[in-house]
């Protein structure tokens, strides 16, 4: 089955065609072609992620988006032949709020020859909802045009799917899944640990009460003057003093350090309670104290900030997810969410279930695949349509969730 996938929740506008084989206790993906266009320069300006600006975007950047996928996947061919009256007008009604999209589907897309594809798949959401509404329409406008069934993925069970995934130097390949799943879901808008008892369906079992850890990386980064995303730019920091640490403990023992380290000076928020939640406001409020303190931070003393944050927000997420394990008896841990593409949380994670839960498998997705992608939303498309879960109207859902 080929699936021609596309995901506009964030700030990726992202389009993938995958041929997919097999089923859920087996399954084969072959990436035909990927395209994905990041708005990350044009929201920096605004330290975040700006709404109107993602949803413009988008309506820009599909058409080109699909070109590129359709062209990689060598399924782009002209074709002559007008689209009929009624397609045309329901088309025209469903892109009415995108104009220049509008224009953009009908000069590109109603010149193409159908592409040999089975099915669409569009996220549904969690995400910003004007976001996600672009790709939705874009999607019922193709599915309607190319007579395609569409099926409606949550972008979580998304990065759930692309952290299951191991890549071969030709495929993708998702099996041997001992259940149950027990994933840590960790991005920009989310920190939840849930528990996939069986193949797609699920049950929260932890959450945070105020802050997304991604979220928490970047006000942090904000905070130390990085720019937008933080969570790579607090990671490269705090890599700097990993690394500088083998150095110091070799050839400067005894060396009283000039500047302050800030080791173990912030807190592990929620440690101490009996469940699996997260809070992250605190954690960042305590920085923000910190940077009040001592406002005039040399580079060194960033690192060291930098540093610290992320051993405390690691330290949390490990032992949050090891309750976890505990309490559920996962056979299988994924990491998923564009946090999740962080070094030490990867090293870290790697080396504690390795150490403490030698008996668990787990999976972390590639760094290509950890954050958002419209892969991850091909795979996820695959299980859905697999049970035939299609859908004729699908609605944004900012809010969507798993369980
Ligand atoms: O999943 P994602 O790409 O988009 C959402 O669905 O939110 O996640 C984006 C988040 C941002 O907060 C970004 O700072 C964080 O993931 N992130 C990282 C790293 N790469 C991306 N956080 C820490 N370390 C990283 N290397
Ligand atoms: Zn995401």
């Not at 990726?12 to 399954?27: P, Q, R, V, Y």
């Not at 007008?82 to 010149?111: Q, Y």
């Not at 949380?345 to 760094?367: D, E, G, K």
Request: hydrophobic content about 45%.
């Amino acid at each position: 089955m080929k699936i021609l996938a596309i995901e506009t929740s964030c700030d990726e506008t992202a389009i993938a065609i995958l041929e997919c084989e097999g089923d859920e206790k087996s399954a084969q993906f072959r990436v035909l072609g990927n395209a994905l266009l990041s708005q990350i320069e044009l929201h920096r300006e605004y330290g975040g992620v700006f709404p109107a600006l993602a949803k413009r975007e988008h309506a820009k950047n599909l058409v080109p988006v699909l070109e590129a996928a359709l062209e990689e996947a060598e399924l782009l061919h002209e074709d002559t032949q007008a689209i009929p009256e009624e397609s045309r007008s329901s088309i025209a009604g469903l892109l009415s709020r995108e104009p220049d999209l509008a224009e953009a589907f009908f000069e590109f897309v109603g010149e193409c020859e159908v592409p040999a594809i089975d099915a669409i798949a569009v996220t549904a959401g969690p995400g910003l909802e004007p976001a996600l509404w672009v790709g939705i329409n874009f999607a019922r406008a193709l599915a309607l045009l190319w007579n395609k069934p569409l099926v409606a993925v949550n972008h979580m069970e998304g990065h759930i799917m692309a952290a299951l995934a191991k890549s071969t130097d030709e495929e993708l390949i998702i099996k041997d899944v001992p259940m149950p799943v027990l994933a840590l879901l960790i991005s920009g808008g989310h920190t939840e640990l849930v528990l996939m008892k069986e193949w797609l369906s699920y049950k929260l079992i932890g959450q945070t009460l105020d802050d997304a850890v991604g979220e928490a990386f970047d006000k942090v980064a904000r905070m130390l003057g990085l720019p937008y995303p933080g969570g790579p730019e607090i990671s490269k920091l705090a890599e700097i003093v990993r690394s500088e640490r083998f150095d110091l403990n070799a050839s400067s023992q005894g060396r009283t350090l000039e500047f302050r380290t800030f080791e173990g000076e912030l807190p592990r928020p929620m440690l101490t309670e009996a469940t699996c939640d997260f809070s992250f406001s605190g954690l960042k409020t305590a920085v923000l104290y910190l940077l009040k303190k001592y406002p005039e931070l040399n580079a060194r003393e960033k690192q060291h900030l930098a540093h610290e944050f992320e051993n405390a927000v690691t330290e949390v997420l490990w032992k949050k997810t090891a309750r976890a394990l505990e309490e559920t008896g996962a056979q299988t841990l994924v990491i998923g969410g564009g946090v999740s593409a962080n070094t030490h949380i990867r090293r870290a994670f790697t080396h504690s279930v390795t150490a403490q839960y030698p008996h668990v498998a787990l999976r972390i997705p590639s760094p290509a695949l950890s954050t958002d992608n419209a892969v991850m939303i091909a795979l996820a498309g695959f299980y859905r349509a697999s049970r035939k879960e299609f859908v004729t109207d699908i609605k944004a859902n900012g809010n969507l969730s798993l369980a």
